[in-house]
């Protein structure tokens, strides 16, 4: 879960990831055999990390000692920091911050063009591209094909 999501990698990924990418293994001290997991396996353990620690005092704890110990080995401070590191463990328990407002946006931007279409222009420009383009990458649903069925199924905005 921890490598998914420093890489920004949506489950069935990481199960993919974990399958096939010798980094993983190594990372993970795993051999060939050992490599495999299912999507099911996945979700099963965020639900019972969850429901064991809901506040994720067990992940904060592996968390803070991870960046302990890379502090120390790096000589490094903590006197100046970016507060982006709490983004993850929220990301585990929600899916993610900005997967929600990219779904957000686009629900809005469905509804608004069937409820009530002629106030589409009044959005920015920026906006109603956004919402009529196709969505990759960080922002975006992460895969072209699921961007595409999402948008199909949903009837687009374009």
Do not use: C
């Not at 506040?55 to 890379?70: P, Q, S, W």
């Not at 222009?121 to 990458?137: Q, V």
């Amino acid at each position: 879960m921890l490598l998914a999501e420093m890489l920004g990698l949506d489950d069935q990924r990481a199960v993919d990831a974990m399958a096939f990418d010798v980094r993983w293994h190594h990372a993970l001290e795993l051999s060939f055999d050992e490599a495999y997991l299912t999507r099911r396996s996945v979700v099963g353990f965020r639900k019972r990390l969850v429901e064991a620690d809901p506040e994720l005092g067990r992940l904060k704890m592996v968390f803070e000692r991870i960046g302990d110990e890379a502090l120390a080995d790096l000589g490094l401070g903590t006197t100046e920091q970016r507060m982006d590191s709490t983004l993850i463990t929220s990301n585990i328990r929600t899916g993610g911050r900005v997967a929600l407002f990219r779904a957000t946006l686009e629900h809005f931007g469905q509804w608004l063009a069937k409820a009530a279409p002629d106030k589409v222009e009044r959005l920015s420009a920026e906006l109603r591209d956004w919402l009529g383009r196709e969505r990759t990458g960080w922002f975006g649903a992460g895969s072209k094909g699921r961007a595409a069925a999402q948008a199909r199924g949903a009837g687009g905005l374009a």
